[in-house]
């Protein structure tokens, strides 16, 4: 079994090594690693994503972008367990821009399905996919309407997880319609203290691939690391984040923060 050490170092030499170029900025309504969590039969359940970037880039990927720069991203996520395995999911993200202009960015709807999941004593191998339709003001994406494609694999123990995504991503309008789909690839590790197990720290690490088969130098990439703290506290759960850039163009720092509370219906 690998370590998580072993496995953050390997994703960090993937990213360095699968260099495409740089994709255009996007709305980041939610900074999350997707995992083999999934709602049960019935269950409805409400996630709050917020962020914020104190330090970062000002200039706009395209006239009429709002930037991150100093602007607050809150989006409510809602989901429902439809099956033992498949999960629906809307995201509602609103954005606060630097002026405090506060607005509604557009709505993202989500599918999960999870067929090989842990063993919830045991723990276990995961994997599934999880595939969104997003419909976003010009303000926020140059791609209008846009779906992702987001492949989950990892491994769940009894005080650690390890997962992986890989994002393939699909502009439907804009300028970019009909180019090859954007690519990236996210990690996350964490680890339960061992006299505290509702505190699990870890990190996560994003890095933009940009399309697929067009090379282009690695500091082009947005590649972020992020020191994390998750909280379970039944119903409860929190999860927060600092995040820092890696290369050039990536924001200097990003904060994150998931609040999640379930619902039976």
């Known amino acids: 079994m690998l370590s998580a050490r072993s496995v953050i170092l390997a994703a960090t030499l993937l990213g360095g090594l699968i260099t495409s170029p740089v994709s255009q900025a996007a709305l980041q309504d939610e900074v999350q690693v997707y995992d083999d969590s999934i709602n049960e039969i019935g269950e409805f359940g409400v996630e709050l994503h917020i962020n914020t970037t104190p330090s970062g880039s000002a ?18 996520e809602f989901s429902w367990g439809w ?23 557009g709505l993202k709807g989500r599918i999960k399905w999870l067929p090989i999941q842990a063993d919830t004593a045991l723990g276990g191998w995961f994997a599934g996919v999880n595939f969104e339709l997003a419909h976003v003001k010009p303000e926020y994406d140059q791609a209008k309407y846009s779906t992702e494609t987001k492949l989950i694999g990892g491994y769940r123990g009894p005080h650690s997880l390890i997962s992986t995504n890989l994002n ?5 309008e804009g300028p970019n319609a009909g180019q090859r789909p954007e690519m990236s690839f996210s990690i996350k590790a964490t ?3 061992k ?11 994003y890095t933009d691939l940009g399309r697929v088969g067009q090379a282009v130098v690695d500091r082009d990439q947005d590649r972020r690391l992020f020191l994390t703290l998750d909280v379970e ?32 219906l």
């Open 59 to 76: 200039t706009p990927n395209y006239p009429g972008e709002v930037v991150s720069l100093h602007g607050w991203r809150l989006t409510p």
């Open 83 to 105: 099956t033992r395995t498949v999960e629906l999911g809307l995201y509602v993200p609103t954005v606060m821009d630097a002026q405090g202009s506060y607005q509604f960015a």
């Open 168 to 172: 393939i991503g699909t502009e439907m």
């Open 191 to 193: 680890r339960a203290l």
């Open 195 to 205: 006299n505290h197990p509702a505190f699990s720290p870890g990190v996560e690490l």
């Open 233 to 264: 506290r039944k119903p409860w759960e929190f999860s927060f984040g600092i995040g820092r850039g890696l290369t050039p163009v990536a924001d200097t720092w990003t904060l994150k923060m998931i609040t999640e509370i379930p619902f039976s």
